[in-house]
């Protein structure tokens, strides 16, 4: 995680936003609008010169379409791709579960596929 100590690394956090929204093709500004701050607050997010509240931090996360957790620590986790992540969050209950049951079988057959 993106902290040193106890302490959040704020810059650290906002090179990953700046990286995710350069990948997004997402323009500060848009971004700024998106999270519900000024351009000038989102430019000093990203270069860390300015703590956020969880809830902005929330809001630019959903804007990128990526887990938050990419923001804290780079994408180096076990994280659910972002794909997958927005494909069961846009679905309903019944097609949660047979997306979910579908996904358990290709695992299993990859599993016991022989390489």
Request: glycine share 8%; with cysteine; proline share 3%.
């Amino acid at each position: 995680m993106n902290c040193v100590g106890e302490e959040i690394d704020y810059v650290a956090i906002g090179k990953q936003i700046r990286k995710y929204r350069w990948e997004s093709g997402i323009s500060q500004e848009a971004l700024a609008e998106a999270a519900g701050v000024s351009t000038t607050h989102m430019s000093h997010i990203e270069t860390g010169g300015t703590k956020l509240s969880l809830s902005v931090f929330v809001k630019i996360a959903r804007a990128l379409r990526i887990p938050a957790d990419f923001l804290l620590n780079g994408g180096d986790t076990e994280s659910v791709p972002p794909e997958i992540d927005e494909i069961f969050s846009t679905s309903n209950g019944r097609q949660s579960r047979i997306l979910l049951e579908v996904v358990r079988a290709a695992k299993s057959a990859l599993d016991t596929e022989r390489v």
